[in-house]
């Protein structure tokens, strides 16, 4: 120890500091003096003196090991014959008695990794003879019931989802630097990613950018899809892994999060694809799907998207938070156009998400209800809707649902439309509408009557205007 630490101290490594940093035992020093000796009579014309001038007051007495026969079956799950077990240990220089159970084994001076137990005399018996004569066989009793692990399982269940969308699962380091982090805020200059110097900062980094424990997945996920997109079209990444954040105790928080980067081409050119036109590229929507289709394979209810403008790493306007039953569990955006030059992504459309994992377990549900699909026939109407420009299409698609019931099965955006036909400042919105009853095939005059039960309610409620009907 004393060796190791004075190395470490003054950062002088020899070979000699390695092997004795290890422990040599006392006992191989007049075995050396010996070998010395000889060399020098042989090589150098010395003359060996006979006798040993040795100073060694306490000896270090012999490790004897009980080495039993039925102990070697258990662990290996075969027994070796006595001569086998006889010729491998001495062989190795160990020193054997017989005894009625199996072997007194004295252990020689050179083995220090060899500790009192028998299981490191069966683990050389095991690779002298070989690891291919382990038999295989089931255990002889019967496995405990497994305990679930609910936080696990749902982990699980997000890496599943995400890589079942398409997305690659990448592992970056959990170390980083407080340069790395500040790339995220643009103009950060000398100041930190998200205010304050609150990072946990190792004592003896092994290197400058490996200096503090990261807070945000994001720079590292950023880093791979920059290396990756130098010979690849298009990258959907994501990661799972832990954050580490000051708490003011002993110990730092952990809390999971998930973060995903999507950039270039949806999808790689094709031979039928029209002349002069790329695949389109990864945008917003692209990642809002995935955040929904997330959200869905997780049974989360009270889902929204709202506007936001913090995140300084997000692009302005083009940016929302998630809220899960009115709480934030995370951002997603486009990345803003500063940060993606400092990461070489430099006239890229980035998308990227971060989402609180511990939130996203603790909003799923145990148990989720399941409905029965309907047999009966589905009647499907449209609905063009003028609204104000700055109007989110979620607000109109709560009032659809609102107006509709439980006869209006889905609801889906299919059209926007900003143009002359239209007042200046106001957008267009056509949704498709499926109707489907529980109990009986509706008629005709049926569906318009809860169609029309749907345009009353967005003109009272939204003061909007049916498009084709109202003037």
């Not at 957008?427 to 009853?437: D, G, R």
Request: glycine share 8%; proline share 7%.
């Amino acid at each position: 120890m004393s060796v190791r630490k004075t190395a470490r101290q003054f950062n002088l490594f020899s070979e000699a500091s390695t092997r004795f940093s290890k422990g040599v035992h006392p006992e191989t020093a007049v075995p050396a003096a010996k070998r010395a000796a000889e060399l020098f009579h042989r090589h150098a014309g010395g003359e060996v003196v006979g006798g040993i001038v040795d100073e060694y007051p306490a000896p270090i007495p012999p490790q004897t090991i009980t080495l039993n026969r039925s102990e070697i079956e258990r662990v290996l799950g075969f027994g070796l014959p006595d001569g086998e077990v006889e010729r491998v240990l001495t062989a190795l220089q160990f020193r054997l008695e017989n005894t009625p159970w199996g072997w007194s084994v004295v252990t020689p001076p050179t083995r220090l990794d060899i500790q009192a137990g028998a299981a490191d005399l069966i683990e050389e018996l095991a690779r002298v003879s070989g690891y291919d004569r382990l038999p295989d066989r089931l255990l002889p009793l019967e496995m405990p019931t497994p305990k679930g692990n609910r936080s696990l399982q749902i982990e699980q269940k997000i890496q599943d989802t995400l890589a079942d969308l398409g997305l690659s699962e990448c592992i970056t380091y959990a170390l980083s630097s407080k340069e790395a982090e500040r790339k995220l805020v643009p103009g950060a200059g000398e100041l930190s990613v998200m205010g304050g110097p609150d990072y946990v900062t190792l004592v003896n980094p092994v290197s400058p950018e490996r200096a503090v424990m990261r807070r945000t997945l994001l720079p590292g996920l950023l880093e791979v899809a920059a290396r990756n997109l130098q010979s690849a079209e298009g990258v959907a990444l994501f990661e799972f892994g832990f954050v580490y954040l000051l708490a003011g105790g002993e110990l730092p928080d952990e809390p999971r999060r998930v973060a995903v980067v999507l950039c270039g081409r949806r999808s790689a050119g094709a031979w039928d694809d029209p002349l002069g036109v790329k695949p389109k590229a990864f945008d917003f929507f692209d990642l809002k799907g995935v955040v929904e289709s997330l959200a869905a394979a997780l049974h989360l209810g009270g889902m929204t998207f709202e506007p936001t403008t913090a995140g300084p790493h997000l692009h302005p306007g083009k940016a929302a938070v998630l809220k899960v039953n009115g709480a934030e569990v995370g951002t997603l955006g486009e990345l803003h156009p500063k940060v993606a030059a400092v990461f070489g992504l430099a006239d890229r459309a980035v998308q990227v998400a971060e989402l609180d994992a511990e939130a996203l377990i603790a909003a799923t549900p145990e148990r989720y209800p399941y409905r029965p699909f309907s047999t009966l026939p589905a009647a499907k109407r449209d609905v063009a809707v003028i609204v104000p420009d700055d109007m989110p299409a979620e607000k109109v698609l709560g009032e659809l649902r609102a107006g509709g019931g439980e006869l209006l099965t889905e609801v889906s955006l299919f059209d926007v439309y900003r143009g002359e036909s239209i007042p200046a400042g106001t957008k267009s919105l056509a949704f498709a509408l499926t109707y489907q009853p529980k109990e009986k095939t509706l008629t005709d005059k049926e569906i318009d009557k809860a169609h029309e039960k749907i345009e009353g309610r967005l003109r009272n409620v939204l003061k909007a205007k049916i498009r084709g009907k109202d003037a």
